[in-house]
């Protein structure tokens, strides 16, 4: 199962944007890269998913390096909503992950 | 819609015994995987169903099973508990099996005295 690192902790001032690393130096041809978050007292949420190319949705977007060892989550505006937990996983054509890891803290202040 | 459901939201059990959890699926979605979080392993995954079928599995050890009904409703067994089983046990739905947007429910949050 490939390995992620992410930092433990990150903080950011509301409205400013976040870059969220993710560091998946063995990640293997066939994985895609997933981030997920975690509200306190709430299940994981979807935050999007990619395979080569850079990827936006409405609530993010996901930039992945060129040799895919690395990718960045960018929450363009960041809100108090947005403090979570948020985890960058990687799934291979099975579509699971066996841990989700520890992921990072992300701190929104006003 | 309706999201992923999961019942009951919190029990109590005591070592030895056995337990049953309950996932419903949101509408349409065939694939139902589940997950153990704890603060020590943090979130980690037991095994996913597709169409009735188990079609992956974690690490964990047979203690704890699942299965999936014609209408893709999920159910997850922990027999002989354990103090260590005390977690939040969370279910996630998805249209189907693979690299697709995960729903995930609130969890049962489990403890086991």
């Known amino acids: 199962d490939a390995k992620t690192t992410q930092p433990n902790s990150m903080e950011s001032n509301e409205e400013e944007p976040v870059h969220l690393p993710c560091n998946h130096s063995?990640?293997?041809?066939?994985?895609?890269i997933h981030w997920y978050r975690q509200l306190p007292s709430q299940g994981p949420e979807y935050v999007i998913h990619g395979l080569t190319s850079n990827v936006n949705n409405r609530m993010a977007s996901l930039a992945i390096a060129e040799d895919r060892k690395s990718s960045t989550l960018i929450l363009h505006r960041a809100t108090l909503r947005d403090a979570a937990v948020y985890y960058c996983?990687?799934?291979?054509?099975?579509?699971?992950?066996?841990?989700f890891g520890k992921g990072t803290s992300l701190l929104v202040t006003p | 819609k309706a999201g992923v459901t999961q019942t009951p939201r919190y029990l109590i059990k005591t070592r030895g015994q056995q337990v049953t959890l309950s996932c419903s699926p949101i509408?349409?979605?065939?694939?139902v995987s589940w997950y153990q979080q704890t603060p020590g392993q943090g979130l980690q995954f037991l095994f996913e169903?597709?169409?009735?079928?188990?079609?992956n599995k974690g690490n964990f050890p047979g203690r704890f099973s699942g299965r999936q009904f014609s209408n893709s409703r999920s159910e997850m067994n922990v027999s002989t508990l354990e103090l260590g089983d005390s977690a939040l046990y969370l279910c996630?739905?998805?249209?189907?099996?693979?690299?697709?947007?995960?729903?995930f429910g609130q969890g049962t949050r489990l403890t086991v005295v």
């Open positions: 063995t990640i293997s041809g066939t994985d895609y």
């Open positions: 169903y597709f169409s009735e079928t188990q079609r």
């Open positions: 509408s349409g979605h065939r694939s």
């Open positions: 996630a739905s998805s249209v189907q099996t693979g690299n697709t947007e995960a729903f």
């Open positions: 996983i990687l799934k291979g054509q099975s579509g699971y992950a066996l841990n």
